[in-house]
């Protein structure tokens, strides 16, 4: 089972101050995931296609919480308005294999 690589996306968080800001990389899960569609259905938010920022941010958030990065007591209110970027990063690891970009 060590050869199995989860396809959920990861989510690198700058939050904090812009000079020096405080770097995650939360490694979502189907929990964090299927936390975004109940809330957002309860919330009556857009769908994650049309409001991929907020999706990112709020997953992040729920990764965060879960793997004890932040306190269990931040609220996704509060969260919000720390975070500076929240963007999903993917999973893909470099083929080496592959050929990379011409050069210019």
Known sequence: M????????RI???????????????????????????????????AAQDAPVMWAGFVA???????EAIS???????WEKTILEAVAVGNEEADPTLPGPEPD
Do not use: C, F, N
């Not at 189907?30 to 309860?42: G, I, S």
């Not at 958030?61 to 793997?67: L, S, V």
């Open 61 to 67: 958030w729920h990764a965060a919480k879960r793997t």
């Open 12 to 46: 690198r968080v700058l939050r904090g101050d812009p000079a020096s800001p405080e770097i995650l990389e939360l490694q979502t899960i189907h929990v964090d995931l299927v936390m975004w569609d109940r809330t957002a259905q309860r919330q009556k938010w857009p």
């Open 72 to 78: 269990p007591d931040e609220t996704y209110e509060r």
């Open 2 to 9: 060590s050869d199995v690589k989860l396809t959920a996306p």
